[in-house]
């Protein structure tokens, strides 16, 4: 019984044990069961998140591309934060407005793309733009040694620093005398320092190669020449811009034309670098020549050299411009340059006629290339056009003997224009001491071509008795028709009248000319090139009417359509005209 009840108590808890492990087990099922239920409620909570945070995700990715062509749209807006720029008129980068203003900034200050030269290579390699045959050809070592003359009015660090690398990278170091800045005066603070912290980095590996002249206001061009040239102690001497980069093998065509004759004045050929976006273009060689009002310009060369049939070949020159190469004693004995000559114009041409008339000669250098920035503006005074005025009358004061006023007439002032072109007599002696020849001499030898201007007679404005407030105007270029105009006398109303007849108008004057014509018929003038010649030869005495040679026609003013005064050709009714200055009676 007792056994009964024990068994009955084992039973019972062994029932109970059972229950509550049953129970336990069931509620862990349960538990089970409701975690994955949990599970299921939590997953699905969680990817309606992922859903939703899909959704977000892909709203954000339509802000974003919304935005993103917003900013694209900004950036091409930005495009046009200086439409008038010429930079940016050339020059299309991707940049945000801050850079491009600074990029506008450097643009206005240096006249070139100083934003982009920063960030260009320092020892860049140009293209190859020699004549096939430069090279191939052989030089000697022993030739003369030569200094590198750099001149700089607050040019671009980055720049000067090219310049420096090319001079130094591609000219034999034996031959490399040394290489000279010169600072005409810049303010800009990056040219002190800074350049003196480059300078002696090079000095480094080449002590004492760079030197350099400073000035603490700006001389003008001439000065700053003269001064790179008397710190020279080469044998030969470059004169350079400091907005260069020499190419590769430049120095030995021209040493070695200067050790076969030491009366040379040399120039390299000029590779074009674009003033946006620094690109090396080729230019054909040239001869450097100058018109009537002195101001250079570019010429063929004779036709000798052009049948020779190559283009690697030396060539005369009636003058050189800028960049010159010289024996630094020969500079010194024919007087180096007129440093009486006002920031700019004219030191070329007079270094030009008076390396000729007095001994010497110069050429182009066709292997020999320099790649040279052509700034979109210059940085020196304003009124360039004044100085190059006063420069030429001084020039033509000294050199031009009787040919003298026709730099008056290129210019439109009269014979005694009483401009203050300083003291010339220092240049007078040396002109007398040298024995150099006359102009004519020049002329009939150096540069005939300079002589379609000669036997002027008169130039200046062309006035009718009938209405002496009007003048003959060259009038719209494309238009071809001379008309009248009221008189403001500057270049497009300068008429040239010759000795043979011709009567040029307007800034063609100057240059290879427009002569008035009489197309035969019809009540109308026209121009047509002076080397043609058609009806273009003219009767005039002072004072009385202009009749055409071959036409017997009149040049005449009368009342229009339009109720204005026009110019006309007519029957002669015996109208009178005045030129303005006249040089020899007739
Ligand atoms: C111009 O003169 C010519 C010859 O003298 C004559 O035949 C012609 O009719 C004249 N023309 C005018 C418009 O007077
Ligand atoms: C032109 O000059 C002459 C004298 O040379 C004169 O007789 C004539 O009247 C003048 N003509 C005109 C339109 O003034
Ligand atoms: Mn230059």
């Known amino acids: 019984m007792r056994l009964g009840w024990m068994r009955g108590l084992a039973l019972a808890l062994a029932a109970t044990v059972m229950f509550l492990y ?20 939590e997953l699905s909570v969680i990817s309606k998140e992922i859903l939703q945070r899909l959704k977000e995700i892909e709203s954000h990715a339509q802000v974003i591309a919304r935005h993103s062509a917003v900013m694209k749209r900004e950036i091409k807006a930005a495009e046009n934060l200086f439409p008038n720029s010429r930079l940016f008129k050339m020059w299309h980068p991707e940049l945000s407005e801050g850079e491009q203003r600074e990029a506008e900034e450097l643009f206005q200050k240096y006249g070139y ?3 982009l030269s920063d960030r260009i290579a320092l020892d860049r390699v140009l293209p190859e733009t020699r004549d096939h045959r430069c090279l191939t050809k052989k030089y000697p070592s022993d030739l003369p040694t030569i200094s590198v003359v750099l001149i700089y009015l607050d040019e671009a660090l980055s720049v000067i620093k090219r310049a420096i690398y090319s001079v130094i990278n591609r000219t034999p170091a034996h031959l490399l005398k040394e290489i000279i800045l010169v600072d005409d005066g810049s303010t800009n603070e990056d040219l002190q320092e800074k350049l003196n912290v480059f300078i002696s980095v090079i000095h480094e590996s080449k002590p004492g190669l760079l030197k350099k002249v400073r000035y603490s206001e700006p001389k003008g061009l001439t000065q700053a020449r003269i001064s790179g040239w008397a710190a020279a102690s080469g044998e030969v001497v470059a004169i350079f811009d400091a907005h260069i980069e020499v190419h590769v093998g430049w120095a030995e065509p021209l040493l070695v ?21 620094m690109k090396v273009s080729p230019y054909p060689a040239a001869a450097h020549g100058f018109d009537w009002s002195l101001t250079c310009r570019y010429e063929y060369f ?3 050299w052009y049948k020779l049939n190559d283009q690697s070949l030396p060539a005369k020159s009636p003058s050189v411009m800028g960049i010159l190469v010289v024996d630094r ?30 001994g010497g000669s110069i050429e ?22 004044a100085l190059m005025k006063r420069n030429a009358l001084r020039v033509a004061e000294v050199w031009l003997d009787e040919y003298k006023f026709n730099v008056n007439a290129a210019w439109n002032v009269p014979r005694d224009h009483g401009i203050d072109i300083g ?7 040396l002109k007398e001491k040298l024995q150099c020849k006359s102009f004519k001499w020049y002329i009939d030898t150096v540069y005939p071509r300079l002589r379609s201007q000669d036997e002027l007679l008169g130039y200046g404005v062309l006035i009718n008795s009938l209405r002496t407030d009007l003048c003959i105007d060259q009038g719209v270029l494309s238009a071809n028709t001379p008309i009248l105009y009221a008189c403001h006398r500057m270049f497009s109303q300068t008429c040239n009248y010759r000795k043979t007849g011709e009567i040029s108008v307007g800034q063609s004057a100057v240059q290879e000319g427009r002569c008035l014509v009489d197309p035969g018929s019809g009540r109308l003038p026209s121009f047509d090139k002076c080397s043609k010649l058609l009806h273009k030869y003219w009767d005039f005495k002072q004072g009385q009417s202009i009749k055409n040679r071959d036409t017997g026609r009149c040049l005449e003013i009368d009342i229009g359509q339009n ?12 109208q009178n005209w005045t030129i303005q200055y006249v040089i020899k009676d007739f």
């Open 563 to 574: 109720g204005y005064y026009q110019l006309y050709i007519q029957n002669c009714s015996g």
């Open 329 to 358: 004693l020969f500079f010194g004995e024919i007087g180096a340059l007129d440093a009486g000559m006002n920031t700019y114009g004219g030191e070329n041409v007079e270094l030009g006629i008076r390396v000729w008339s007095c």
């Open 302 to 304: 004779s036709q000798e």
């Open 113 to 115: 793309n100083v934003f």
């Open 22 to 41: 049953v129970t336990s087990v069931k509620k862990e099922v349960w538990a089970n069961e409701e975690h994955l239920h949990q599970a299921q409620k």
């Open 257 to 277: 034309r200067i050790k076969s004759d030491r009366k040379l004045v040399l120039s390299p050929v000029f590779d074009k670098v674009n003033f946006h976006n």
């Open 423 to 429: 003291d010339v007599s220092e240049r007078k002696r």
């Open 364 to 385: 182009i250098i066709p292997c020999s290339k320099v790649a040279h920035i052509e700034r979109a503006h210059k940085p020196y005074a304003r009124d360039l056009v």
